[in-house]
């Protein structure tokens, strides 16, 4: 067999693992993941109201201290609304300096993993 054939055999070997490994790698070895926090029940929302862009949005206090910790932005249809799954997620994980991370869902289909990170401080 000559020594190119070799190589060429021997290179698609490594790159089929390497392939595999990527894709079956634990999601903690590329760093710090951040996930949206599913949305509290909805005993635990503070306030809502529909913005001029015709985003409803829901505040969610979950330890009843007056300060939300969580906020969804949804879209509203033509009669004004709600769309069954929010837009945007928002949570203030300190209370401290308003939100700290924000989740976009473009696909609005709940939190399934889909979700990107939007901003985060």
């Known amino acids: 067999m000559y020594p190119q054939v070799k190589f060429l055999i021997v290179f ?3 790159m089929s693992l390497l392939a595999i490994l990527l ?3 634990d999601e903690s070895w590329a760093g710090d993941v951040v996930r949206v926090a599913p949305v509290p029940a909805q005993e635990f929302i503070c ?4 913005n001029f862009n015709g985003l409803w949005e829901t505040h969610y206090d979950q330890d009843a201290d007056g300060t939300p910790e969580y906020m969804t932005l949804t879209r509203t249809d033509n009669m004004q609304a709600p769309s069954p799954h929010p837009l945007f997620y928002f949570v203030d994980y300190d209370q401290v300096d ?3 991370a924000a989740w976009a869902d473009l696909e609005e289909d709940g939190i399934n ?3 990107t990170l939007y901003w985060s401080k």
């Open 98 to 100: 308003g939100w700290d």
């Open 47 to 50: 306030e809502t109201h529909l």
């Open 12 to 14: 698609n070997i490594v």
């Open 113 to 115: 993993g889909n979700e």
């Open 23 to 25: 894709v079956w790698m």
